[in-house]
Structures are given as structure tokens and as C-alpha cells.
């Protein structure tokens, strides 16, 4: 065999699978079509995050008015913003492709296709390799409404010409969330589209509730419980119509309406390999697919599709199978954050995944930020423990709020520890902040769950 190990896809799962590969001495290939980092550092997660900061400070300059600043209004600069995150995307761009090259992998920049169980076509030149590793990630999609080509989707957002002067954005999961708060804060005329009746579903519903508040706070006009029925050209704008009747006349519509698994031209039949109905790479508790020596790492499996996860993966599967160190990675008790604005940040069960699994005691408070008794802004933070009604283990801990993402990484160490309520109680708050409530959460809300433990 050409190699020990070849990796397709050089996003978060798999340079990091190749480069530990690498490290451990084995024979590595990375091949990469598009760009080396994958979605979360060109077309995801970094960029986005820089366009969240961005709308931030336009909402700190109106609240600075509140501590004594004389502020005005400025002009955002569009053309600006993402010249300077593209400055910043190539360059970690470069750092993925120079860690492969100092770990030893051998980098193939051309797409890599399945003529059978090991061997591959990797942009026209013919390799070997004892066990592959499909790490391809996943594309954003559109709905299966008429027009829908009229629309964008999230890859498409990061390279607009300029800032739309209003904007229907189609779904309510974290990207939908995350771009309302961008365009708004940006000074869009912004609209949110979606089914449910709140925003996020699978969240918590105390967090969900909130987040619509807060959205709609932000101007962000919320349409829930409808769906998109086409989109039509207007000119230089378009029309998207709804279920209800209903149309909305604005300059740009934005599907943010799901994401799927990237295997089409993989090739993944000539090598045996199966997928489910969406297309998702199946694997086992080892990542391995139906072909005991090609395994399947990060979004292309569709399970927890989280850039940590990813590299984990990739991390934990190069260890096993070169490092001596055989590990999985577990999926249960994940943190995660929506960079929404304000953002939510969650670890564990949500209350109705714990009131059905037996009793549990909810403790929640809802205030006012410091920041916003002077800045004037009507904006609430919601902090939330789920415990265990029986072993007083934190089972679930959410908040939405400045800088949610911060504090929750924080509690979700000492819960993978097992942390119980007596140990959140008897920990001394940081005093004045925000997260100080989680150690100070002493009034039961309510006990859910009993129902459940009786059936």
C-alpha cells in the first residue's frame, strides 16, 4: 500500500486525524478539493463569528451613551468587514495546510474518489491505502419550493458585495438565529421564517422563549409557524410568499433550512461502504463504516455535527489506530453555543429530556444584566440548572446571555465531573458578575418528572 492511512477531506476532523496520524509515524495522505480548514474556518463557524463581533459593536456604541459617551451613529463598512475577514480566513487557511506538512502527511489539493475498498483516484493519480478515513463534512441546502435557486445559503453569505437593505431569512436552527442577529445588528430590515413556533427546536424550551424575546427586541420581525412557498424575482429584489398567503417584499432571500452530508462522487458504493437515506456515512462506536477499514469522522456522519466534535474524532481515531492509545469519543453531555444575540450556551439535558427520564428540580432566574441598567436596553439573561431529583447531580445547565458561551464552558468541565447542586451551592461566586448566579441558584422553580418515575 501506498499508505497507512488516507485521509479525505482536510477540514477540522480530518486534518486533525492526519496530522496525529502523522505524528504517531504513520504513512499519511490528505486530499482536499476546496480549502484547507473545511467549513467552520472559510465558510462557518471563524467567519461568522467575526461578522456576531461586528454587529456587537454597533449595539456597544448605542448602549455606550448610557455610561456617559457621547457616541453617534456611524456608517458600517461593509466592504470593509469582509476584507478583513478574508485577510484572517487565508490566513488560518495557511496554518491548516503548513501543520499537515510539518507532521510529514503527504497533501494531494485535488478530490479524491472510491475505485474500490482501498484504493483511490485522488485528482487523477491512482493511490493505495490500508485504512481510508472519509472526513468530507457537509453543504447547506435549499427547500424544494419553486424559485428556490432565487435564494442564498450560508456559503453564499461571507462573500455578498454588500450589506442587503432588508432580508427574509428562511429556518430557525443556529445559523437562521445567528445571521437574523448579524443583518440586524448591521441595520438590515430582517425577517425570520420558520415552522415552530419558537426558534431552535431541540434547545430548551426557557431558552427558546427567551431568544424569540430577544430577537424581537433586536427589530427582528419574527414569522412563526409558517413555511416558505416560492420565491420570485422583483426587479432587483424578490418576493417570498408563505403558507399563510402572506409575501414579503425584500432584497435578498437566505435558506437556512438544514445541511447534508458531502458524499456525492466519493465513489462510496464501489468501496461497499453504507449510508443512510440522507446520505449520512453510518459508523459504529469506533467510527468505523460497513467496511471494517474505512471509517467516518465529523459532519459526513450527521450524528453531532459540532466543529469539536470533528476534531475529537479525528483525534481520538488516529490515537487508536496508530498512538497505542485506544479512546472513543462520547457524544452525551456535549456543550454547545448559539451565537445568537444575546447567545445561548448549553450542556446536558434540556428540562423536558429530563422530566422524562424521572423527577429532577429546575432552578431558573430571569434579570436584567448590569450593563443594561445603565445602557437602557430592554434585554434579559436567563440562567437554568436541571439536577437530579434523587442523586442531586446537575444533569442540565443553559443560559442565554452576554457571554453565555464564556461561562458555560466553564460548568460543563465540572459536570463531566459530575458536579452536584450541594457542590454549584458551597462554590464562592465571582461578585459583581453574571455567572455568579449559577453558584447562587438556591430557590427550587419547580420539580418535573414525577409523572414519568410513577410510569
Given at each position: 500500500m501506498d499508505f497507512d492511512l488516507f485521509v479525505i477531506g482536510g477540514g477540522s476532523a480530518g486534518v486533525r486525524c492526519a496530522r496525529i496520524a502523522a505524528g504517531h509515524g504513520a504513512r499519511v495522505g490528505v486530499a482536499e478539493e476546496r480549502f484547507w480548514g473545511g467549513t467552520c474556518v472559510n465558510i462557518g463557524c471563524v467567519p461568522k463569528k467575526f461578522m456576531v463581533m461586528a454587529a456587537e459593536y454597533g449595539a456597544a456604541a448605542q448602549d455606550a451613551r448610557g455610561f456617559g459617551w457621547d457616541t453617534a451613529p456611524g456608517r458600517h463598512d461593509w466592504a470593509a468587514l469582509i476584507a478583513a475577514k478574508d485577510k484572517e480566513i487565508s490566513r488560518l487557511n495557511g496554518i491548516y495546510r503548513r501543520l499537515l506538512d510539518q507532521a510529514g502527511a503527504t497533501v494531494f489539493e485535488a478530490r479524491a474518489r472510491f475505485i474500490d475498498?482501498?484504493?483511490?483516484?485522488?485528482?487523477?493519480?491512482?493511490v493505495t491505502a490500508e485504512r481510508i478515513v472519509v472526513a468530507t463534512g457537509g453543504h447547506p441546502t435549499r427547500p424544494a419550493i419553486q424559485g428556490a435557486e432565487l435564494g442564498i445559503v450560508s456559503d453564499d453569505a461571507f462573500y455578498l458585495p454588500a450589506c442587503p437593505k432588508r432580508i427574509a431569512i428562511v429556518g430557525s436552527g443556529y445559523i437562521a438565529v445567528e445571521f437574523a442577529g448579524i443583518f440586524a445588528g448591521l441595520g438590515a430590515e430582517t425577517h425570520l421564517v420558520y415552522r415552530q413556533p419558537l426558534p431552535l427546536r431541540g434547545f430548551d424550551e426557557d431558552m427558546r422563549e427567551g431568544l424569540a424575546e430577544a430577537l424581537a427586541g433586536n427589530g427582528v420581525v419574527l414569522h412563526a409557524g409558517l413555511s416558505p412557498v416560492a420565491v420570485e424575482e422583483a426587479g432587483e429584489g424578490r418576493v417570498l410568499r408563505l403558507s399563510d398567503g402572506s409575501a414579503l417584499d425584500v432584497d435578498l432571500v437566505f435558506f437556512a433550512t438544514g445541511r447534508a452530508p458531502n458524499v456525492a462522487g466519493l465513489g462510496l458504493e464501489a468501496a461497499g461502504?453504507?449510508?443512510?437515506?440522507s446520505g449520512a456515512v453510518m459508523v459504529d462506536a469506533a467510527l468505523a463504516t460497513s467496511v471494517p477499514h474505512i471509517y467516518a469522522i465529523g459532519d459526513v456522519t450527521d450524528r453531532l455535527n459540532l466543529t469539536p466534535v470533528a476534531t475529537a474524532e479525528g483525534h481520538a481515531l488516529a490515537d487508536t489506530l496508530f498512538g497505542n492509545k485506544p479512546r472513543r469519543v462520547s457524544l452525551e453531555g456535549v456543550p454547545t453555543a448559539v451565537f445568537s444575540s444575546p447567545p445561548i450556551a448549553t450542556v446536558g439535558l434540556t428540562e423536558a429530556q429530563a422530566a422524562a427520564r424521572g423527577p429532577a428540580r429546575v432552578f431558573v432566574t430571569k434579570f436584567t444584566p448590569m450593563r443594561h441598567q445603565l445602557s437602557g436596553r430592554a434585554r434579559k439573561s436567563i440562567m437554568k440548572l436541571v439536577v437530579d431529583a434523587?442523586?442531586?447531580?446537575v444533569i442540565g445547565a443553559h443560559m442565554l446571555g452576554e457571554d453565555a458561551p464564556e461561562i458555560?464552558?466553564?460548568l460543563a468541565v465540572a459536570m463531566i465531573a459530575g458536579a452536584t447542586k450541594a457542590d454549584f451551592d458551597r462554590t464562592i461566586g465571582i461578585h459583581p458578575t453574571a455567572a455568579e448566579e449559577f453558584v447562587t441558584l438556591r430557590t427550587e422553580t419547580r420539580v418535573v418528572g414525577v409523572k414519568a418515575a410513577a410510569e
Amino acid at each position: 500500500m501506498d499508505f497507512d492511512l488516507f485521509v479525505i477531506g482536510g477540514g477540522s476532523a480530518g486534518v486533525r486525524c492526519a496530522r496525529i496520524a502523522a505524528g504517531h509515524g504513520a504513512r499519511v495522505g490528505v486530499a482536499e478539493e476546496r480549502f484547507w480548514g473545511g467549513t467552520c474556518v472559510n465558510i462557518g463557524c471563524v467567519p461568522k463569528k467575526f461578522m456576531v463581533m461586528a454587529a456587537e459593536y454597533g449595539a456597544a456604541a448605542q448602549d455606550a451613551r448610557g455610561f456617559g459617551w457621547d457616541t453617534a451613529p456611524g456608517r458600517h463598512d461593509w466592504a470593509a468587514l469582509i476584507a478583513a475577514k478574508d485577510k484572517e480566513i487565508s490566513r488560518l487557511n495557511g496554518i491548516y495546510r503548513r501543520l499537515l506538512d510539518q507532521a510529514g502527511a503527504t497533501v494531494f489539493e485535488a478530490r479524491a474518489r472510491f475505485i474500490d475498498a482501498h484504493t483511490l483516484d485522488v485528482g487523477g493519480k491512482i493511490v493505495t491505502a490500508e485504512r481510508i478515513v472519509v472526513a468530507t463534512g457537509g453543504h447547506p441546502t435549499r427547500p424544494a419550493i419553486q424559485g428556490a435557486e432565487l435564494g442564498i445559503v450560508s456559503d453564499d453569505a461571507f462573500y455578498l458585495p454588500a450589506c442587503p437593505k432588508r432580508i427574509a431569512i428562511v429556518g430557525s436552527g443556529y445559523i437562521a438565529v445567528e445571521f437574523a442577529g448579524i443583518f440586524a445588528g448591521l441595520g438590515a430590515e430582517t425577517h425570520l421564517v420558520y415552522r415552530q413556533p419558537l426558534p431552535l427546536r431541540g434547545f430548551d424550551e426557557d431558552m427558546r422563549e427567551g431568544l424569540a424575546e430577544a430577537l424581537a427586541g433586536n427589530g427582528v420581525v419574527l414569522h412563526a409557524g409558517l413555511s416558505p412557498v416560492a420565491v420570485e424575482e422583483a426587479g432587483e429584489g424578490r418576493v417570498l410568499r408563505l403558507s399563510d398567503g402572506s409575501a414579503l417584499d425584500v432584497d435578498l432571500v437566505f435558506f437556512a433550512t438544514g445541511r447534508a452530508p458531502n458524499v456525492a462522487g466519493l465513489g462510496l458504493e464501489a468501496a461497499g461502504v453504507a449510508v443512510a437515506a440522507s446520505g449520512a456515512v453510518m459508523v459504529d462506536a469506533a467510527l468505523a463504516t460497513s467496511v471494517p477499514h474505512i471509517y467516518a469522522i465529523g459532519d459526513v456522519t450527521d450524528r453531532l455535527n459540532l466543529t469539536p466534535v470533528a476534531t475529537a474524532e479525528g483525534h481520538a481515531l488516529a490515537d487508536t489506530l496508530f498512538g497505542n492509545k485506544p479512546r472513543r469519543v462520547s457524544l452525551e453531555g456535549v456543550p454547545t453555543a448559539v451565537f445568537s444575540s444575546p447567545p445561548i450556551a448549553t450542556v446536558g439535558l434540556t428540562e423536558a429530556q429530563a422530566a422524562a427520564r424521572g423527577p429532577a428540580r429546575v432552578f431558573v432566574t430571569k434579570f436584567t444584566p448590569m450593563r443594561h441598567q445603565l445602557s437602557g436596553r430592554a434585554r434579559k439573561s436567563i440562567m437554568k440548572l436541571v439536577v437530579d431529583a434523587q442523586t442531586d447531580q446537575v444533569i442540565g445547565a443553559h443560559m442565554l446571555g452576554e457571554d453565555a458561551p464564556e461561562i458555560m464552558q466553564g460548568l460543563a468541565v465540572a459536570m463531566i465531573a459530575g458536579a452536584t447542586k450541594a457542590d454549584f451551592d458551597r462554590t464562592i461566586g465571582i461578585h459583581p458578575t453574571a455567572a455568579e448566579e449559577f453558584v447562587t441558584l438556591r430557590t427550587e422553580t419547580r420539580v418535573v418528572g414525577v409523572k414519568a418515575a410513577a410510569e
